[in-house]
């Protein structure tokens, strides 16, 4: 095994007020969220990158990930037995030359690969189902590791269609590791 690196995502906050915390740079992303529990979602994509060099891998990209959330949820809506919730749904795009080859093809999209691939990271969220003008607040931090990697040769050939000398290839190759984030919340007065 070696360590290749750490990519460091962006604070994203929810909430009807879209202005950074105190401390907080001001290109903090942002998802509106009414507070009358409406909902509201959001994709940023790379918002963290890192490029691993050609032959600094030999056959697996593992990884550790660690979201944390922090969220004071709500209900205002005058109804009882409302949930209230944030989700996070990192991904990873991967590009490579490798991937430009004609005939490879996403599994999911159907569409070329053309030169990148999106692997689901994992997700984390916290909720609560609240009654009319209850409040709570909530932390989760949960962290995830390699769990067979990411990215192998095996699944280069078996899932994306690589043929064993283009996954072989892959390895040798410069990688871009882009790091996206889907947020769907609700019920959030500040997450």
Request: net charge neutral.
């Amino acid at each position: 095994m070696k360590w290749l690196g750490l990519m460091a995502g962006p604070t994203i906050v929810a909430g009807p007020n879209c202005t950074p915390y105190p401390g907080e740079p001001p290109e903090t992303l942002c998802i509106p969220v009414d507070p009358q529990m409406g909902s509201g979602s959001g994709r940023f994509e790379d918002v963290a990158r890192m490029t691993l060099p050609g032959r600094s891998m030999k056959s697996m990209l593992c990884h550790w990930q660690t979201p944390t959330i922090h969220a004071s949820l709500s209900n205002t809506s005058g109804w009882d037995n409302r949930g209230a919730y944030v989700r996070v749904y990192p991904t990873i795009t991967v590009e490579n030359e490798v991937l430009n080859a004609a005939g490879l093809i996403d599994p999911e999209t159907g569409a070329p690969l053309a030169g990148k691939l999106e692997i689901y990271a994992s997700s984390a969220g916290v909720d609560a189902l609240l009654d009319n003008g209850e409040r709570t607040i909530t932390r989760h931090t949960s962290s995830r590791t390699c769990i067979g990697g990411y990215l192998t040769r095996r699944n280069l050939v078996d899932y994306y269609g690589l043929t064993d000398a283009q996954a072989r290839e892959f390895f040798l190759k410069p990688t871009t590791l882009k790091l996206n984030v889907r947020v769907f919340a609700s019920g959030v007065n500040d997450a």
